[in-house]
Nanobody
C-alpha cells in the first residue's frame, strides 16, 4: 500500500502563498493519478486538484488560476503551490490518489487570516 505524508501549511495573510508537499512511499507511484483535497469542520472533504502521470491537471473552479499542482515522479512527491490565498481557502489539506489509494492522514492546516 502507498503511504502518504503531507507537509507544509501554516498561517498566511490574504493574498499570500504557501506550498504543500506530499511524499509517497511504495511502488508504482508514477502510475497513479494524484490529487489534493481539503476539508473544513462540519463539511465534506472536497476535491481541489489532480494530476496524471504525464502532468495533465484539473482544478476545482474556485482555485483555478491561483493553485498549481505538480509532481516529481523521480522523488515520489506531489506539490500544491497556492497563491493569492483567500480566507475561504482555510482548511485541512490532504493528498491522495484519484480515486484514493491510501488511508487519509492528518493533513496540514492552512489558515488564511489577517
Amino acid at each position: 500500500q502507498v503511504q502518504l505524508v503531507e507537509s507544509g501549511g501554516g498561517l498566511v495573510q490574504p493574498g499570500g502563498s504557501l506550498r504543500l508537499s506530499c511524499a509517497a512511499s511504495g511502488r508504482n507511484f508514477e502510475d497513479y493519478v494524484m490529487a489534493w483535497y481539503r476539508q473544513v469542520p462540519g463539511k465534506q472533504r472536497e476535491f481541489v486538484a489532480r494530476i496524471t502521470r504525464g502532468g495533465h491537471t484539473i482544478y476545482t473552479h474556485s482555485v483555478k488560476g491561483r493553485f498549481t499542482i505538480s509532481r516529481d515522479n523521480a522523488q515520489n512527491t506531489v506539490y500544491l503551490q497556492m497563491n493569492s490565498l483567500q480566507p475561504e481557502d482555510t482548511a485541512v489539506y490532504y493528498c491522495n490518489g484519484f480515486p484514493p489509494i491510501s488511508s487519509w492522514g492528518q493533513g496540514p492546516q492552512v489558515t488564511v487570516s489577517s
